[in-house]
């Protein structure tokens, strides 16, 4: 009789791509448009690199429901798409783990769309991690949050509210899940594109010439390719996207 296998799912937490609503603290060098196309080329490598996860169920959660009829026709048709229930982050973050949960899966790993280098490896490593008896899996960014955050269980208490004093979001929730005696994976450091310096290091990743391991990551480098490099304070002109958004 062959081995039972752990359902495994991974989210990907998708907002709309709309001006003014992505990326906000690229303002200093990135109009809102530039920023919403940037967001755009995020989210799609970022549906297309996961999808190749294997014996994996793709979700995106995405804010507001109202995009998901933009997502069904410009995403990967491997994700199902379903909104975000709740008015905070941390609130979407337990609703999205526990519809999985709900439908029975029994390892979850979920990652944002703001780091599109990210392998699929590093999502695949932190779901065989889950399915082999790990209680939780954390990676943190360069930024002292976290891109990639996975249960085998709802563990709602390890995004209510970060305590105060904490050195990071990271750090803090690491912290409570040891606190409960979580078995933790703890997958590599990784770029989370939020700031100036974070896109000047996202070029720097996307440089053939480093040789490092990371996702193709087309569209986002495509885009990268048709701005100028900018130094924080020296705003790109204009207010529309780079590229049209449908």
Known sequence: MGESRVRRAVIVMAKEPQPGRVLPRLAPVLSPGVAAALYRAFLLDVLETTAAVPRTDGFAFVHPAAAIPWLRENGSPRYELL???????SERMIAAFDELFRRGYGAVVMRNADGPTLPARI????????????????????????????????????????AAGATSVGEETLRRARSLGLAVHEAPRWLD???????????????PARRIERALCERTGALLATLPRLRPGAALAGGGPAAPLP
């Open 83 to 89: 909104p975000q229930v709740g008015a905070r982050l």
């Open 123 to 162: 999502v695949a490593e932190a779901l065989d991690a889950l399915e082999r008896g790990r209680d939780f899996a954390l990676g943190q960014d360069l930024g002292g949050g976290f891109y990639l955050v996975g249960m085998t269980r709802p563990h709602p208490e390890l995004f209510r509210g970060a």
């Open 193 to 207: 594109v939020e700031t100036p310096d974070d896109l000047a290091a996202l070029r720097d990743q996307l440089d």
